[in-house]
Protein backbone atom coordinates (compact mmCIF):
# COMPACT_ATOMS: atom_id res chain seq x y z
CA UNK A 1 0.00 0.00 0.00
CA UNK A 2 2.77 2.30 0.52
CA UNK A 3 4.47 1.74 -2.42
CA UNK A 4 1.37 2.65 -4.09
CA UNK A 5 0.56 6.14 -1.97
CA UNK A 6 4.63 6.48 -3.24
CA UNK A 7 4.06 5.75 -6.87
CA UNK A 8 0.97 7.49 -7.56
CA UNK A 9 2.42 10.60 -5.70
CA UNK A 10 5.30 10.42 -8.16
CA UNK A 11 2.91 10.05 -10.95
CA UNK A 12 0.71 13.00 -9.95
CA UNK A 13 -2.36 10.22 -9.71
CA UNK A 14 -3.41 12.27 -6.39
CA UNK A 15 -5.73 15.45 -7.11
CA UNK A 16 -4.89 17.69 -4.28
CA UNK A 17 -7.71 18.90 -2.37
CA UNK A 18 -8.24 22.41 -1.21
CA UNK A 19 -7.77 23.02 2.55
CA UNK A 20 -11.15 24.33 2.53
CA UNK A 21 -12.78 20.66 1.59
CA UNK A 22 -10.58 18.49 4.43
CA UNK A 23 -11.71 21.02 6.54
CA UNK A 24 -15.46 20.74 5.37
CA UNK A 25 -15.07 16.68 5.69
CA UNK A 26 -13.43 17.06 9.11
CA UNK A 27 -16.75 19.03 9.86
CA UNK A 28 -18.79 16.48 9.18
CA UNK A 29 -17.12 13.83 11.11
CA UNK A 30 -16.65 16.23 14.48
CA UNK A 31 -20.66 16.52 14.16
CA UNK A 32 -21.12 13.67 14.23
CA UNK A 33 -18.52 12.52 16.91
CA UNK A 34 -20.02 14.85 19.16
CA UNK A 35 -23.71 13.67 18.44
CA UNK A 36 -22.84 10.49 19.43
CA UNK A 37 -21.60 11.15 22.24
CA UNK A 38 -25.08 13.87 23.22
CA UNK A 39 -27.04 10.55 22.40
CA UNK A 40 -25.02 8.40 24.91
CA UNK A 41 -25.64 11.00 27.37
CA UNK A 42 -29.63 11.80 26.83
CA UNK A 43 -27.87 15.12 26.08
CA UNK A 44 -30.49 17.15 23.89
CA UNK A 45 -30.66 20.53 25.79
CA UNK A 46 -27.49 21.53 23.13
CA UNK A 47 -24.75 21.83 26.21
CA UNK A 48 -21.73 22.90 25.41
CA UNK A 49 -19.58 20.51 23.30
CA UNK A 50 -16.51 20.61 26.05
CA UNK A 51 -19.06 19.91 28.88
CA UNK A 52 -19.94 17.36 26.82
CA UNK A 53 -16.90 15.77 26.50
CA UNK A 54 -15.59 16.14 29.77
CA UNK A 55 -18.84 14.36 31.26
CA UNK A 56 -18.09 11.79 28.93
CA UNK A 57 -14.81 11.52 29.30
CA UNK A 58 -13.61 11.05 25.51
CA UNK A 59 -10.83 13.53 24.14
CA UNK A 60 -11.58 15.58 20.92
CA UNK A 61 -11.81 14.48 17.68
CA UNK A 62 -8.78 16.31 16.84
CA UNK A 63 -6.64 14.78 19.85
CA UNK A 64 -8.38 11.07 19.25
CA UNK A 65 -6.84 11.32 15.94
CA UNK A 66 -3.49 12.74 16.88
CA UNK A 67 -3.00 9.91 19.47
CA UNK A 68 -4.50 7.17 16.66
CA UNK A 69 -1.59 8.76 14.49
CA UNK A 70 1.18 8.87 17.36
CA UNK A 71 0.83 4.96 18.23
CA UNK A 72 0.69 3.90 14.67
CA UNK A 73 4.12 5.71 14.32
CA UNK A 74 5.53 4.54 17.66
CA UNK A 75 4.17 0.58 16.40
CA UNK A 76 5.43 1.11 12.34
CA UNK A 77 9.08 2.91 14.00
CA UNK A 78 9.61 -0.58 15.57
CA UNK A 79 8.12 -2.26 12.49
CA UNK A 80 5.06 -3.74 14.48
CA UNK A 81 3.02 -2.29 11.77
CA UNK A 82 5.29 -4.32 8.48
CA UNK A 83 8.86 -4.07 7.59
CA UNK A 84 7.76 -1.62 4.43
CA UNK A 85 6.55 0.84 7.02
CA UNK A 86 9.27 0.66 9.08
CA UNK A 87 11.55 0.96 6.45
CA UNK A 88 10.40 3.91 5.12
CA UNK A 89 10.19 5.87 8.57
CA UNK A 90 14.27 4.67 9.23
CA UNK A 91 14.86 6.28 5.84
CA UNK A 92 12.89 9.49 6.66
CA UNK A 93 14.70 9.69 10.40
CA UNK A 94 18.12 9.51 8.79
CA UNK A 95 17.65 11.66 5.85
CA UNK A 96 19.38 14.93 6.01
CA UNK A 97 16.22 17.06 5.56
CA UNK A 98 13.06 15.87 6.88
CA UNK A 99 11.03 18.93 6.07
CA UNK A 100 10.04 18.00 2.22
CA UNK A 101 8.63 14.94 0.85
CA UNK A 102 6.48 12.35 1.66
CA UNK A 103 7.93 11.41 5.34
CA UNK A 104 7.56 15.06 5.86
CA UNK A 105 4.20 15.04 4.86
CA UNK A 106 3.14 11.88 6.97
CA UNK A 107 5.95 11.19 9.57
CA UNK A 108 6.88 14.49 10.67
CA UNK A 109 3.59 15.76 12.73
CA UNK A 110 3.54 12.40 14.58
CA UNK A 111 7.10 13.27 15.81
CA UNK A 112 6.60 16.54 16.46
CA UNK A 113 3.49 15.46 18.54
CA UNK A 114 5.85 13.00 20.52
CA UNK A 115 8.12 15.81 21.49
CA UNK A 116 4.92 17.54 22.39
CA UNK A 117 3.96 15.10 25.04
CA UNK A 118 7.07 13.33 26.15
CA UNK A 119 7.98 16.65 28.58
CA UNK A 120 4.60 15.70 30.39
CA UNK A 121 5.49 11.72 31.01
CA UNK A 122 9.22 11.96 31.91
CA UNK A 123 8.91 8.72 33.20
CA UNK A 124 8.30 7.20 29.82
CA UNK A 125 10.51 7.59 27.07
CA UNK A 126 7.48 7.43 24.17
CA UNK A 127 10.39 6.56 21.56
CA UNK A 128 11.76 3.42 23.97
CA UNK A 129 8.63 2.07 25.59
CA UNK A 130 6.80 -0.56 25.04
CA UNK A 131 3.89 -0.03 23.06
CA UNK A 132 1.39 -0.59 25.98
CA UNK A 133 3.01 1.37 28.18
CA UNK A 134 3.49 4.44 25.23
CA UNK A 135 -0.55 3.84 24.72
CA UNK A 136 -1.01 4.81 28.61
CA UNK A 137 1.53 7.60 29.11
CA UNK A 138 0.16 9.35 25.89
CA UNK A 139 -3.02 9.07 26.70
CA UNK A 140 -2.27 10.60 30.22
CA UNK A 141 -0.21 13.40 28.68
CA UNK A 142 -2.94 14.32 26.07
CA UNK A 143 -5.75 13.98 29.09
CA UNK A 144 -2.66 16.51 31.20
CA UNK A 145 -2.99 19.12 28.30
CA UNK A 146 -7.07 18.83 27.89
CA UNK A 147 -7.20 19.58 31.52
CA UNK A 148 -4.89 22.56 31.32
CA UNK A 149 -7.19 24.05 28.68
CA UNK A 150 -10.45 22.75 30.27
CA UNK A 151 -9.55 25.17 33.39
CA UNK A 152 -8.44 28.00 31.99
CA UNK A 153 -12.00 28.29 29.61
CA UNK A 154 -14.52 30.33 30.45
CA UNK A 155 -16.95 28.10 29.39
CA UNK A 156 -19.60 25.69 31.23
CA UNK A 157 -18.55 26.45 34.98
CA UNK A 158 -20.64 24.51 36.82
CA UNK A 159 -19.60 21.00 34.85
CA UNK A 160 -16.21 22.49 35.94
CA UNK A 161 -17.52 22.49 39.54
CA UNK A 162 -18.23 18.78 39.54
CA UNK A 163 -15.37 17.65 37.34
CA UNK A 164 -12.38 20.44 37.52
CA UNK A 165 -10.18 17.62 35.76
CA UNK A 166 -10.42 16.15 32.15
CA UNK A 167 -10.16 12.65 32.08
CA UNK A 168 -11.36 9.24 30.53
CA UNK A 169 -14.01 8.12 32.21
CA UNK A 170 -15.87 4.88 31.28
CA UNK A 171 -19.79 5.09 32.01
CA UNK A 172 -21.80 2.12 33.59
CA UNK A 173 -22.43 -0.65 30.74
CA UNK A 174 -26.22 -0.76 32.60
CA UNK A 175 -28.70 1.36 33.55
CA UNK A 176 -32.02 0.91 35.94
CA UNK A 177 -33.54 3.74 34.19
CA UNK A 178 -33.33 5.99 30.62
CA UNK A 179 -34.77 8.95 32.22
CA UNK A 180 -32.75 9.44 35.24
CA UNK A 181 -29.67 8.26 33.51
CA UNK A 182 -30.19 11.01 30.85
CA UNK A 183 -31.48 13.57 33.89
CA UNK A 184 -28.33 13.18 35.90
CA UNK A 185 -26.50 13.91 32.83
CA UNK A 186 -28.55 16.77 31.82
CA UNK A 187 -27.85 18.04 35.93
CA UNK A 188 -24.26 17.72 35.33
CA UNK A 189 -24.14 19.74 32.15
CA UNK A 190 -25.92 22.86 33.47
CA UNK A 191 -28.62 22.05 32.07
CA UNK A 192 -31.23 20.31 34.66
CA UNK A 193 -34.94 21.57 34.25
CA UNK A 194 -34.79 23.48 37.08
CA UNK A 195 -36.95 27.21 37.61
CA UNK A 196 -33.59 29.19 37.35
CA UNK A 197 -33.10 27.56 33.98
CA UNK A 198 -37.04 27.85 32.88
CA UNK A 199 -36.83 31.42 33.84
CA UNK A 200 -33.80 31.98 31.29
CA UNK A 201 -35.82 30.06 28.72
CA UNK A 202 -38.74 32.82 29.24
CA UNK A 203 -40.56 29.28 30.15
CA UNK A 204 -41.85 30.69 33.94
CA UNK A 205 -41.94 34.16 35.39
CA UNK A 206 -40.02 33.17 38.30
CA UNK A 207 -37.35 31.24 39.50
CA UNK A 208 -38.61 30.24 43.43
CA UNK A 209 -38.58 26.83 44.63
CA UNK A 210 -40.99 24.98 43.93
CA UNK A 211 -41.35 23.97 47.37
CA UNK A 212 -41.73 26.85 49.01
CA UNK A 213 -38.48 27.81 50.10
CA UNK A 214 -38.25 31.20 48.75
CA UNK A 215 -34.78 31.17 47.11
CA UNK A 216 -33.73 30.17 43.58
CA UNK A 217 -34.45 26.57 42.30
CA UNK A 218 -31.43 25.57 40.78
CA UNK A 219 -29.13 22.43 40.81
CA UNK A 220 -27.44 23.63 44.01
CA UNK A 221 -30.22 23.97 45.81
CA UNK A 222 -32.48 20.76 44.74
CA UNK A 223 -29.01 18.85 45.53
CA UNK A 224 -27.93 20.16 48.39
CA UNK A 225 -30.36 21.78 50.43
CA UNK A 226 -33.64 20.32 50.16
CA UNK A 227 -34.00 17.44 52.67
CA UNK A 228 -37.31 16.18 50.04
CA UNK A 229 -34.69 15.28 47.97
Known amino acids: MISVLLATEQTGAFEKASAEEYYNVYQKFQSLYLRCARLILGAHQNPADIAVLVRIGWMPLDYLLMYRAIIWFLKGRRGLAGPALRDLILQWESSKSRKHG???????????????????????????????????????AIFMELTSSWQSSSTARFTFSLYPLWTYRKLPS????????????????????????????????????????GVSEDAAHVLLCLSLI
Open 102 to 140: FGARIFRPSMDAVKRFQPLIPNVDLMSAPINHCCTALRK
Open 174 to 213: SMHSRCTHSWYHSVALGRGPFRDRLRKMRKRADDLCRYGC
